[in-house]
């Protein structure tokens, strides 16, 4: 439009304003086009035409309607709800009508979604291109053009939401589903003010702003997921042959397929190398078996695991991390169930580990968390009922003085003693059992010279146990459900090290006397048993160990289907 056709249609509004009132068709018509020469000569451009325009707000029937319009976006209208309550129905992805860049950061992040296990189709369930390029063609249109910027709004808040709630709470939520068992405390994110972070209107120590992990196990897990997917696009690895008697320096066929195995470049040699035999003792070291180098049933076994079986593994058990609460306590105990073994954490760093025995399949050992409150030095062994029916009243029925061998001992509520003899063993149930059967503290007690406790509904605790000997086997899993810790002394020094008086000497001394006493501690322990099939170390080596309880079989059938 030049300057005289501008100038001509001023004079024609002004002559149709003030002119005869039949002519209103005519008025309005270039008041229309007055207007829109006074906005074309106020505006270089339409983005600056946009932004020059107050930011739109929302109304709660809009996004309501919009969100239930799809099932998948309706699972999250709580949410949706409560964030745009919370600013005032502002819209969250525009400043000055422009999209903030945090919205294809996250749409980015969502399409690289595999590589956290997770399926980018879950996700992107808005067709965003669709959308952008409807927004873009409604430029000279700033009605419509408001109508797409909701519509994008809300879209992309719904996706967070949708993608967020997989990413930090995990895509199978326990406490929600029976069958899986994990009774550990969750975290307490708050999806909504996470939200806030990514848009860089609230702080948090987490980094929800960059999209990231909140564990650094969890992330190395994720690294780990990408190099087996590379091995698994290469070609997997080979089979290797049971070789049981091949020792060092001896030649064998199996010798090509193995080094291969172990990435161990050997030219063509089929001699069992040094440097071939000191990797399969780490590879043993690294999956629990007994590290001897020998190309036995179980080493082969676990090196035969079908690559697209470990990768499963590793996303199990990344979604595992995302359950766990976001940050764990300064100081905490924590069982790994699968890998036998009680750690201890100080200011975030193992400070104490050490071989535990776990409950077998029959008696598994319950996965939940609670916090430690008492060390008991020389503890009673209270018998459970089940072994007193099913093993000892029989005995007890033809000779009640075989109590006497086994020093144990029967007692009332009241800590009176009971004899034996006085009980009809035939008849006992739960229902009339109202005694104590226990073992007194000594060398025959199950629970050995300390138990630690940490009140529970599953009676479950830590204890030391006179078999000694069954630490040394690769797989510990033999108890009725309670954890038995290796090094006991070490523990309960550790525990009670800011408790005045109780050093390992006085805990020596205290146990040589055979009798029970409980040490309160000043501050309680968190403790956590975990079930962890698939973690890393420090240096990011992956370590896989056995499913013994079929958990990661049960959270498959959910998590993958």
Same mark, same amino acid.
């Given at each position: &439009?030049?300057?005289?056709?501008?100038?001509?249609?001023?004079?024609?509004?002004?002559?149709?304003?003030?002119?005869?009132?039949?002519?209103?068709?005519?008025?309005?018509?270039?008041?229309?086009?007055?207007?829109?020469?006074?906005?074309?000569?106020?505006?270089?451009?339409?983005?600056?035409?946009? /932004?020059?325009?107050?930011?739109?707000?929302?109304?709660?029937?809009? !996004?309501?309607?919009?969100?239930?319009?799809?099932?998948?976006?309706?699972?999250?209208?709580?949410?949706?709800?409560?964030? *745009?309550?919370?600013?005032?129905?502002?819209?969250?992805?525009?400043?000055?009508?422009?999209?903030?860049?945090?919205?294809?950061? &996250?749409?980015?992040?969502?399409?690289?979604?595999?590589?956290?296990?997770?399926?980018?189709?879950?996700?992107?369930?808005?067709?965003?291109?669709?959308?952008?390029?409807?927004?873009? =063609?409604?430029?000279?249109?700033?009605?419509?053009?408001?109508?797409?910027?909701?519509?994008?709004?809300? /879209?992309?808040?719904?996706?967070?939401?949708? $993608?967020?709630?997989?990413? !930090?709470?995990?895509? %199978?939520?326990?406490?929600?589903?029976?069958?899986?068992?994990?009774?550990?405390?969750?975290?307490?994110?708050?999806?909504?003010?996470?939200?806030?972070?990514?848009?860089?209107?609230?702080?948090?120590?987490?980094?929800?702003?960059?999209?990231?992990?909140?564990?650094?196990?969890?992330?190395?897990?994720?690294?780990?997921?990408?190099?087996?997917?590379?091995?698994?696009?290469?070609?997997?690895?080979?089979?290797?042959?049971?070789?049981?008697?091949?020792?060092?320096?001896?030649?064998?066929?199996?010798?090509?397929?193995?080094?291969?195995?172990?990435?161990?470049?050997?030219?063509?040699?089929?001699?069992?190398?040094?440097?071939?035999?000191? =990797?399969?003792?780490?590879?043993?070291?690294?999956?629990?078996?007994?590290?001897?180098?020998?190309?036995? /049933?179980?080493?082969?076994?676990?090196?035969?695991?079908?690559?697209?079986?470990?990768?499963?593994?590793?996303?199990?058990?990344?979604?595992?991390?995302?359950?766990?609460?976001?940050?764990?306590?300064?100081?905490?105990?924590?069982?790994?169930?699968?890998?036998?073994?009680? *750690?201890?954490?100080?200011?975030?760093?193992?400070?104490?580990?050490?071989?535990?025995?776990?409950?077998?399949?029959?008696?598994?050992?319950?996965?939940?968390?609670?916090?430690?409150?008492?060390?008991?030095?020389?503890?009673?062994?209270?018998?459970?009922?089940?072994?007193?029916?099913?093993?000892? /009243?029989?005995?007890?029925?033809?000779?009640?003085?075989?109590?006497?061998?086994?020093?144990?001992?029967?007692?009332?509520?009241?800590?009176?003693?009971?004899?034996?003899?006085?009980?009809?063993?035939?008849?006992?149930?739960?229902?009339? $059992?109202?005694?104590?059967?226990?073992?007194?503290?000594?060398?025959?007690?199950?629970?050995?010279?300390?138990?630690?406790?940490?009140?529970?509904?599953?009676?479950?605790?830590?204890?030391?146990?006179?078999?000694?000997?069954?630490?040394?086997?690769?797989?510990?899993?033999?108890?009725?459900?309670? %954890?038995?810790?290796?090094?006991?002394?070490?523990?309960?020094?550790?525990?009670?090290?800011?408790?005045?008086?109780?050093?390992?000497?006085?805990?020596?001394? =205290?146990?040589?006397?055979?009798?029970?006493?409980?040490?309160?501690?000043?501050?309680?322990?968190?403790?956590?048993?975990? !079930?962890?099939?698939?973690?890393?170390?420090?240096?990011?080596?992956?370590?896989?160990?056995?499913?013994?309880?079929?958990?990661?079989?049960?959270?498959?059938?959910? !998590?993958?289907?």
């Amino acid at each position: &439009m030049n300057r005289s056709t501008n100038t001509l249609a001023v004079n024609n509004q002004r002559t149709a304003f003030f002119g005869i009132k039949n002519k209103v068709k005519r008025i309005i018509f270039f008041l229309s086009a007055g207007s829109l020469f006074l906005f074309a000569s106020s505006c270089k451009n339409s983005n600056s035409r946009f /932004a020059d325009n107050p930011q739109q707000l929302l109304d709660s029937t809009y !996004y309501i309607e919009y969100v239930k319009s799809d099932p998948k976006l309706n699972d999250q209208i709580d949410l949706v709800k409560t964030f *745009y309550r919370d600013r005032k129905f502002e819209l969250a992805w525009y400043k000055n009508n422009e999209m903030v860049p945090q919205a294809e950061k &996250m749409l980015d992040v969502i399409r690289k979604a595999s590589d956290e296990g997770l399926n980018p189709a879950d996700y992107l369930i808005i067709d965003f291109e669709k959308l952008y390029a409807e927004l873009k =063609a409604s430029k000279k249109d700033f009605e419509r053009f408001s109508i797409v910027q909701k519509e994008i709004d809300v /879209a992309l808040t719904a996706t967070y939401f949708i $993608w967020a709630s997989d990413y !930090y709470r995990g895509v %199978v939520v326990p406490n929600e589903n029976k069958e899986i068992e994990w009774d550990v405390k969750r975290n307490r994110i708050k999806l909504d003010l996470a939200l806030l972070n990514v848009l860089g209107e609230k702080e948090s120590q987490y980094p929800y702003a960059n999209f990231s992990p909140l564990h650094p196990e969890y992330t190395r897990l994720k690294t780990a997921l990408a190099a087996y997917r590379k091995i698994e696009t290469a070609g997997s690895w080979p089979i290797v042959q049971a070789a049981p008697k091949l020792k060092k320096g001896m030649q064998s066929p199996v010798i090509p397929a193995l080094a291969k195995r172990m990435g161990v470049n050997i030219d063509s040699s089929t001699v069992y190398s040094e440097e071939l035999f000191n =990797a399969v003792r780490q590879f043993q070291t690294d999956q629990g078996l007994k590290p001897d180098g020998a190309l036995g /049933a179980e080493t082969i076994r676990i090196m035969n695991v079908p690559i697209k079986d470990r990768i499963k593994q590793i996303i199990l058990n990344m979604e595992r991390w995302r359950w766990l609460p976001r940050s764990f306590e300064s100081n905490y105990l924590l069982v790994n169930i699968p890998e036998f073994k009680v *750690y201890v954490f100080e200011e975030g760093k193992s400070k104490i580990s050490m071989n535990v025995i776990v409950g077998k399949a029959l008696n598994s050992t319950p996965v939940f968390s609670d916090k430690m409150e008492y060390v008991v030095l020389s503890p009673y062994w209270n018998v459970p009922f089940s072994i007193i029916k099913e093993d000892l /009243a029989p005995k007890l029925a033809s000779n009640p003085s075989y109590l006497d061998r086994l020093d144990m001992e029967i007692i009332t509520s009241k800590g009176e003693n009971v004899s034996p003899s006085s009980i009809d063993w035939n008849t006992i149930s739960e229902d009339n $059992w109202n005694y104590t059967l226990r073992r007194r503290p000594g060398p025959k007690n199950d629970l050995g010279d300390v138990k630690f406790i940490f009140p529970n509904s599953n009676d479950i605790y830590l204890h030391d146990t006179p078999h000694d000997e069954l630490f040394s086997q690769a797989k510990r899993g033999f108890s009725h459900g309670c %954890v038995r810790v290796e090094k006991p002394i070490d523990l309960a020094v550790y525990l009670l090290r800011d408790q005045e008086n109780w050093d390992r000497e006085k805990i020596l001394s =205290a146990i040589s006397e055979r009798k029970e006493k409980q040490i309160k501690l000043k501050v309680t322990l968190p403790v956590y048993l975990v !079930y962890f099939t698939a973690f890393t170390d420090e240096s990011g080596k992956v370590h896989f160990r056995d499913d013994i309880y079929g958990h990661d079989k049960t959270l498959a059938e959910h !998590y993958f289907n």
